[in-house]
């Protein structure tokens, strides 16, 4: 089901700010919070390597405000960020295997300039309401499954350490200064608009590419179990942490309909693509094995009760209109 009408109600003329907001999920939540009548900022560093896109707006573009600047400018955030209402922070880094071979960026990006946003909120919008974008990837090599957040925050690379950092900043500025924060770990996010040209953003997304160009996709090892959220259910869970005050300080972990291995995925995408596509499973490469978390899928019980959150969109109805917004939009994704 949809949100309900009381649940979107606060946005309707209400000024938000989306970091990271030509990204695949800040677009997405952009085109949601137009329709739901909020004046939308959308703030973009447009980095080629981080996934921004200007045509992720295209269809809006006339609606929403589009700054190009990064959040690691404390002077634009400062000045950005007042007199917003909702601030979705989603801006950063989420190449696991980048944060490896360049530490300090990623630090600068999802560490640093997250103390320095929350500091221009703390000064100059003491009122704004924050969502951030976490990941599961804060967790490590699970303990047990399916992972509630009980578990140990034990990060096995860099991006895990300062996305760690920065959750836990918007935590306290909530528990401190009266910020009102939370924070959702996010898992495999996937659908329209996410970058398919690398893997920088998601293994899907390469998938996806392979596919539609009739070439053979990669899968290593294969067994392993991960669970998908459809970025039209990661954006509800956005909007109802966003318009709840019981979220306020709380960390959620989201998770998707039911969990899967990598070689039940591949096949499930074939499926979708009219049994069109080939795959071969291989070993991890030595590099990424290092970092790998092995089985992982959420459990997200917690955001269910508080908010009434849960996934809506089946897998096998995702992956096609994944697909079907590639083959109409694919120039503008290579």
């Known amino acids: 089901m949809p949100l309900s009408p009381s649940q979107v109600q606060p946005f309707h003329g209400a ?22 009548g909020a004046n939308v900022l959308l703030v973009d560093s447009l980095i080629p390597e981080y996934g921004g896109n200007l045509f992720n707006v295209e269809p809006i573009r006339d609606k929403v405000q589009v700054n190009i600047s990064d959040v690691r400018d404390e002077h634009s955030m400062r000045s950005l960020i007042q007199g917003q209402d909702y601030l979705f922070n989603l801006a ?16 600068e990006i999802n560490c640093r300039a997250q103390l320095s946003i929350l500091e221009a909120c703390r000064k100059y919008n003491p009122g704004v309401k924050i969502v951030f974008a976490s990941t599961r990837q804060i967790y490590g090599k699970p303990d047990y499954l399916p992972v509630d957040e009980k578990h140990l925050l034990r990060p096995v690379d860099v991006n895990g350490i300062n996305k760690m950092a920065g959750e836990w900043y918007h935590v306290l500025y909530n528990n401190v200064y009266g910020i009102r924060a939370c924070a959702l770990r996010l ?34 090892d294969g067994h392993q179990l991960r669970d998908f959220t459809y970025v039209d259910d990661a954006v509800d869970a956005l909007l109802l942490s966003a318009a709840s005050e019981a979220a306020n300080g709380q ?38 094995k290092r970092i790998d978390i092995g089985d992982y ?38």
Do not use: C
Not at 15 to 36: E, K, M, S, W, Y
Not at 298 to 306: F, N, T
């Open 92 to 107: 950063g880094q989420t190449s696991h295997m980048d944060s490896m071979q360049d530490p300090q960026t990623d630090m």
């Open 251 to 288: 960390a959620y972990n989201l998770g998707g309909a039911g969990h899967l291995s990598l070689t039940q995925l591949a096949d499930a995408l074939i499926a979708a693509n009219g049994g069109k596509g080939e795959y071969a499973v291989k070993s991890f490469p030595a590099d990424r």
């Open 187 to 220: 898992t495999n996010t996937y659908g329209p608009r996410m970058r398919v040209k690398d893997a920088r953003q998601t293994f899907l997304g390469i998938w996806i590419k392979q596919v539609l160009q009739n070439a053979p996709f990669e899968v290593w």
């Open 15 to 36: 000024r938000t700010l989306i970091t990271g907001g030509l990204g695949f999920i800040g677009a997405n939540l952009a085109a949601r919070l137009v329709d739901l």
């Open 297 to 334: 899928y959420a459990d997200d019980r917690l955001i269910a009760r508080q908010l009434g959150w849960k996934p809506r969109t089946d897998l096998r109805t995702a992956l096609t209109r994944t697909l079907e917004y590639y083959r109409a939009e694919w120039r503008h994704y290579l």
